[in-house]
């Protein structure tokens, strides 16, 4: 790690940002605080055995997660920010992420439920603490808060990924939430044109974006037409009915054996019965509502479905250009719907609802192009390798995006019903590999002009 400044370029410092410390230092509490109240929930509501339990051994156990983000905070702000000494080193090999597959986890000596949530709340307690004594000065790790939002972006990520295995256990339902509101495509456009043109993509003056968001550059982009809302559940199953899953054109070929091998024809989660396509929704079992964006679906089966479709899946520049460019002013906005945080109105964030909301929801949170539903409800996945920005430098440590570059992870874009909003913004970058089918992924697409 180091505190250089040319390791975080344009990061603000609090003068440059012009935001009072005491309205940061408020901030940083809130994104701990509802992180933390997140956490809470997603850990009450099952018992001690389903916490420790590995529900599948594409994740970890529960209980992991729970001690795991109590681990970094501490590392972070207790011991790098505040120079405290370690409250709990004999734990950081067993919590630390990239010594131990999860497949593995269950086998270590992990802290049991109730002391893992005496740690969390420990460390919480010693960091809420030193907010009020820490300066939002002297580094990029200082500036604007910039250790404090990464750790609350580092909670919403594991809440995220322990919702994901709230989907994958079994049993019944231990999470409920309201229905999103009702959609509406009519008078939409099917698609959406992106006129040709430079725009900033990436960002140097977001104070929380993390290093892969980073730096700001120009990009040329070719005019391309975008679809205006994701990809339906209905529409999905006509790909189904015309035999998608069973026509070798369609697939990359590491697509189409995994497909094979797998013996894959619908959505994770999807059975048909009766005549009718039924998933199970955290617990519930439903009929697949059409109208809403298809969800758990692989790299592989949204880029079938595409080349079916007579389509492709966007570029990551093209999905973020559609996102943020404003042609009026030649701005990229922080989202869609400009530089206002997200409100309910605008986005489907934050574990409100359970399920993605139907095509056509949230017209407040349209992009200056006229393209719905770019943030929140699904993760979007596109058709770029996961690569560094020119001029990206890794900060704070190489483990968080540099160690994942390359050809073997795609992007995805725009965030899910189960992402924050403090951990979703118009330049924000998530990866995973082609195969993965249990994150909350859906798409668009695209085509050439």
């Known amino acids: 790690m180091t505190d250089s400044a040319e390791t975080m370029e344009g990061a603000e410092s609090v003068a440059a940002a012009g935001i009072p410390a005491e309205r940061l230092r408020l901030r940083a509490v809130e994104a701990l605080t509802a ?99 820490t300066p939002l000065h002297g580094g990029p790790l200082l500036d604007a808060g910039f250790a404090f939002g990464m750790i609350a972006q580092h909670e919403q990520q594991h809440d995220e990924t322990m919702l994901i295995t709230h989907q994958l256990r079994r049993g019944p339902a231990a999470l409920t939430a309201p229905p999103p509101p009702a959609g509406d495509t009519t008078g939409l456009p099917a698609e959406v044109l992106v006129p040709a043109g430079h725009f900033t993509m990436g960002t140097s003056t977001e104070p929380w974006a993390l290093d892969n968001e980073r730096p700001a550059h120009q990009r040329l982009v070719p005019a391309f037409f975008i679809d205006t809302v994701p990809v339906t559940n209905g529409a999905f199953q006509h790909f189904i009915d015309d035999g998608g899953y069973t026509d070798e054109r369609w697939w990359a070929p590491a697509g189409w054996e995994q497909i094979r091998t797998h013996d894959i024809g619908a959505p994770l989660f999807w059975r048909r019965e009766g005549g009718q396509w039924l998933r199970r929704a955290f617990g519930v079992v439903e009929p697949v509502p059409a109208d809403e964006p298809v969800l758990h679906v692989s790299w592989y089966e949204a880029d079938a479905y595409a080349r079916w479709a007579g389509r492709r899946l966007p570029s990551e520049e093209e999905w973020e250009k559609a996102a943020r460019h404003d042609p009026v002013s030649g701005r990229s906005l922080r989202y869609p719907w400009g530089d206002d945080e997200a409100t309910p109105e605008r986005a489907n964030l934050g574990q409100r609802h359970l399920r993605p909301a139907p095509a056509g929801s949230y017209p407040k949170g349209v992009s200056p192009l006229g393209v719905r539903q770019l943030i929140g409800d699904v993760w979007e996945w596109t058709s770029s390798d996961f690569l560094p920005y020119p001029g990206f430098a890794a900060f704070p440590y190489r483990e968080y995006s540099e160690v994942f570059f390359g050809s073997a992870h795609k992007v995805l874009r725009g965030g899910s019903f189960a992402v924050d909003a403090v951990a979703c913004r118009g330049t924000f970058r998530n990866w995973d590999l082609p195969v993965r089918r249990q994150i909350f992924s859906g798409f668009r697409t695209a085509r050439d002009v």
């Open 35 to 133: 992180a933390r109240d997140r956490t809470a929930l997603l850990t009450t509501c099952v018992d001690d055995h389903e916490l420790t339990a590995q529900h599948s051994p594409l994740m970890s156990p529960l209980v992991w997660d729970l001690a795991h983000i109590g681990n970094q905070e501490e590392q972070w702000l207790l011991r790098t920010v505040a120079g405290r000494d370690a409250i709990r080193p004999e734990i950081d090999s067993v919590y630390d992420a990239f010594e131990h597959p999860r497949s593995a986890r269950p086998t270590l000596p992990l802290l049991p439920p109730a002391e893992a949530r005496a740690y969390a709340s420990d460390v919480r307690g010693r960091v809420l603490d030193i907010i009020e004594r």
